[in-house]
């Protein structure tokens, strides 16, 4: 088959010809037209969330990790207090890499099928007032929940704390908007649901609290309030920018506004979801999550429980057909992720399904029945 694989992942993601395309050329970091680009991609990226008066944006070599670390460490000051709200493997890495930043970290844990607790968080703010930030996870990739983002920053502004937000598998398709939903960070990535190629990420800093950002950081590479000092006086990025994947994203979010914006990437996603799960459904497939609590991004699967299912032949045997599958990101149950999101629509979906459907007859399952853990 000639066309790409179709990536079915929580990113890298299928990009449209358009976006690769617009990296066929070479830019100069300090040339005015590259700079011009990094410009308007700033202000493209602080109207899709609204927050043009209340945020600045600053853009971050690096995977979106990167740019998670980054934040940490340029928001929250070296005897600050972090709470990480922990209902999946996102979360644990958010928790990890505050502690190696050196600061103090607590978290909060959740069932991973569940969303976060507004309600515990409240409480336990009450009960420890040494904490000072709280790191919620908008869509946790790893079984594919969305939390409750507008409850979470009402607690927080609440009790008058600092607010981090992961948003990087939501921002671009799931309603996040700056005037509503009081943050003091937010995160998300090029190679998410705008639809570009990995290599960057970027930053929503709150412009009442950037001043007091200032040396907060223990790293020079990661430090936010210094990239975007610079990038203010100068234009430039500070060190080397991903020159490609800068003018991919200003591509693709060019597409993305044709599209009809977020509303539209939503819906796209929303229906890729649907055809999803009926399909499976219709081959004998269980999700993982309650509909309810379910984001349209990323459905996790039950694994047949046939003694022949092998996470490793199955994905071989669905490659083959012409699609990447993830794997499951749970401690306890054996299961699969198959992503929604990334330049693809219903139609991919429907041939994802009979992929799924070939490479499980292929490797020898004939009944898709979970184990017993998903009765
Ligand atoms: C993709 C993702 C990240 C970033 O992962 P990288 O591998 O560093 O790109 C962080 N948080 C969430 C919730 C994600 O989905």
């Known amino acids: 088959m000639d066309r790409d694989k179709i990536l079915l992942t929580p990113g890298p993601l299928t990009t449209s010809l358009r976006t690769k395309l617009a990296m066929l ?19 493209s990226l602080l109207a899709i969330v609204d927050g043009t008066d209340s945020h600045v944006v600053v853009p971050l070599q690096g995977s979106g990790t990167f740019s998670v670390e980054a934040a940490v460490n340029t928001l929250v000051p070296r005897d600050g207090h972090v709470l990480v709200l922990d209902n999946g493997a996102y979360c644990k890495r958010a928790a990890r890499l505050t502690t190696m930043m050196g600061r103090r970290c607590t978290t ?85 649901c705008l639809e570009g190629v990995p290599g960057m990420g970027f930053v929503f800093i709150r412009k009442a609290i950037l001043e007091a950002c200032a040396g907060n950081s223990t790293s020079l590479a990661l430090d ?11 234009t430039q990025w500070r060190f080397t920018p991903p020159t490609h994947v800068v003018v991919a994203l200003a591509e693709a979010i060019r597409q993305f506004e044709e599209e009809g914006g977020r509303p539209a990437r939503l819906a796209r996603y929303q229906a890729n979801c649907e055809v999803l799960v009926q399909g499976m459904a219709a081959l004998g497939f269980k999700p ?88």
């Not at 970091?29 to 991609?41: E, G, I, Y």
């Not at 007032?129 to 790893?142: K, R, Y």
């Not at 936010?224 to 100068?234: G, S």
Request: negative net charge; aromatic residues 8%; hydrophobic residues 45%.
């Open 108 to 192: 909060l844990a959740f069932d991973e099928a569940e969303p976060v607790s507004p309600e515990a968080l409240a409480v336990q703010l009450q009960q420890d007032a040494s904490i000072t930030h709280v790191v919620l996870i908008h869509c946790e990739t790893g079984a594919g929940v969305l939390n409750p983002l507008q409850q979470v920053a009402d607690v927080c502004e609440r009790q008058g704390k600092g607010l981090i937000i992961d948003a990087m598998s939501s921002f671009g398709a799931l309603d996040i908007d700056a005037r509503k939903v009081r943050f003091d960070a937010l995160i998300a990535a090029s190679g998410k």
């Open 288 to 375: 993982f999550l309650d509909p309810a609590v379910q984001a349209p991004i990323i459905v996790t699967f039950h694994a047949p429980s046939d003694p022949n299912y092998q996470f490793k032949a199955f994905y071989e045997a669905a490659k083959r057909h012409g699609f990447v599958l993830y794997p499951g990101k749970l401690t306890q149950i054996e299961t699969f992720r198959v992503g929604c999101i990334g330049a693809i629509g219903p139609n991919e979906m429907r041939q994802a399904v009979q992929a799924v459907g070939q490479a499980m007859r292929e490797i020898g399952i004939t009944s898709m029945t979970p184990g017993p853990h998903a009765a």
């Open 224 to 234: 936010l309030h210094d990239q975007h000092v610079y990038m203010e006086k100068t």
């Open 25 to 43: 050329r070479d830019w100069g970091s300090w040339d005015a037209d590259f700079n011009a680009v990094t410009a308007r991609l700033r202000a």
